[in-house]
């Protein structure tokens, strides 16, 4: 027999591979399942949102989320201290000054305060 | 009960009824959803989400078709839906983590060894069932409904809401596609 007429054979066999099969059983308690899933089905509004909150996934996507939010806002303080740092810079006192303002203005000695 | 109390019964919400429905037609329903899926999970879910839809739309059932048609009709949709979806899921994969959902239900990988057929031959049936997943989807449901299900062509007609003709010229593509389909991988096994 050659290869072709033993391909054909094979494709026959194949399409009539399923007569005379028979039913495939369901696996048991087919009733139970059913409405313990309408149960599920019927449960409140509240209780929905809270296996949703609390899905794992959920909570992951959550804290990554408040994590990033987080960084964010650290690294926008980051930039911005080089700025912050100038005007600390230009509105500090320096205390020479402020010594010499002290004298100036208590220094018991300077008779002529001009 | 027979069937038109039963449809009476189950429109009036009767868990017995409900139940005597779940006990008679739990075979059909499974059988065919695993012909489709070619998964016992999920052929199982599928079974379960047929049912719960069959009771929460019993009272829009006009009785015009046998409650067995109108339940195949329900099971191949749903089964339909549930392989979009898993070529969805299989399309976004990455996803799973978060959507909790699993691999198990991939279409394109799984083979069935359904347990019905007959031993001697299992390994074409797989073949062919291999073959089954790469033909349209009505052409894949109405070689199902006939061959697995023993449904006449006048049934599988009203099943899918076609012509006889239809199903007819449907039966006649899924073989041919069929053929082409086990040709090639046959050619390969050869070479």
Redo the contacts between chains.
Sequence with gaps: MDNREQTEKKIEAALNSLDGMHKAEPAPFLMTRIQARMNRASESGWERTIRLVTHPAYVIIGLCLIVGVNALVVLNNDSATPESAYAAEQTTVNPDEMVSKVATLYDIENTDPQ | MNQPELIIQLQQGNPSAF?QL??EC??LV??TA?GIVQN?QD??DI??EV??QA?QSVSSFKGESKLSTWLYRITVNRALDHEKKARRRKKFGFLH????HSEAGNPEQAVLE?????LE?KE??S??ML?LKKIPDNQRVAFTLH??EGQSYRDIAEIMGLSLQAVESLMARA?TN??KV??DF??KE?H
Excluded: C, W
């Design positions: 139940r779940v006990d739990e075979s499974y059988n695993l016992p052929a199982d079974t379960q049912f719960i009771y983590f978060f959507t909790g359904h347990p019905g057929v007959l031959n074409r049936a073949e062919l073959a061959k697995m073989r069929l053929k086990l040709k046959y050619e050869n």
